[in-house]
Antibody
Framework: EGQLVESGGGLVQPGGSLRLSCAAS????????MTWVRQAPGKGLEWVAS????????YYVDSVKGRFTISRDNSRNSLSLQLSSLRADDTAVYYC????????????????WGQGTLVTVSS | QSVLTQPPSVSGAPGQRVTIPCTGS?????????VHWYQQLPGTAPKLLIY???FRPSGVPDRFSGSKSGTSASLAITGLQAEDEADYYC????????????FGTGTKVTVL
């Protein structure tokens, strides 16, 4: 059974930066696309970013392009999300998740989720 | 504002059947992109409930079923139980301007 554990959340000022990490275990990490999803307090889910098995092909939602960077280290079974130029509307719980199928094909879905890490952007 | 619309809430008595619609358009569900469903119990991470329009992952009770037609999809819960009280989200892909994975607006299911 796969497990995903996020870390790195916290309180940051507007304009600041933060790096989220996700440790994966229980499955062959380099076989799968990986994804970050976020959920603002009391709101719905938003697909933030995805990265292919090789770490080269990446996808970002428009609202974070140029500010967030997704990356992975297959040797350490680790996924990261670098958050920069943070705004108040980036405040959310950020979930790490495993994707099934090829996310560049438009049909991928998320079968394992971590417990989430809270990012609060406030002065 | 999501391109996949769900009713904010639905409710039913124990044992009843409820359905949750997910309304899209010709650039997402109507374009043939698959629909997937997630259940989020209070205070927990989402859990995959249905994938590929109508398939259940191992361990998901057969009380949950998914269907798709035209530009809409639907999640049905039969034999509603107290433990089904949760938020439910549909998810698909929108091949509009920049292409993006999208979640529905979410539906809160209340067991009366």
């Amino acid at each position: 059974e796969g497990q995903l554990v996020e870390s790195g959340g916290g309180l940051v000022q507007p304009g600041g930066s933060l790096r989220l990490s996700c440790a994966a275990s229980g499955f062959t990490f380099n076989y799968f696309w990986m994804t970050w999803v976020r959920q603002a307090p009391g709101k719905g889910l938003e697909w933030v970013a995805s990265v292919k098995q090789d770490g080269v092909e990446k996808y970002y939602v428009d609202s974070v392009k140029g500010r967030f960077t997704i990356s992975r280290d297959n040797s350490r079974n680790s996924l990261s999300l670098q958050l920069s130029s943070l705004r108040a509307d980036d405040t959310a719980v950020y979930y790490c998740s495993r994707a099934r199928k090829d996310c560049s094909g438009g049909n991928c879905y998320l079968d394992y989720w971590g417990q989430g890490t809270l990012v609060t952007v406030s002065s | 504002q999501s391109v996949l619309t769900q009713p904010p809430s639905v409710s039913g008595a124990p044992g009843q059947r409820v359905t949750i619609p997910c309304t899209g358009s010709s650039s997402n569900i109507g374009a043939g992109h698959e629909v997937h469903w997630y259940q989020q119990l209070p205070g927990t991470a989402p859990k995959l409930l249905i994938y590929g329009d109508s398939f259940r992952p191992s361990g998901v009770p057969d009380r949950f079923s998914g269907s798709k037609s035209g530009t809409s999809a639907s999640l049905a819960i039969t034999g509603l139980q107290a433990e089904d009280e949760a938020d439910y989200y549909c998810q698909s892909y929108d091949s509009g301007l920049s292409g993006s994975y999208v979640f529905g607006t979410g539906t809160k299911v209340t067991v009366l």
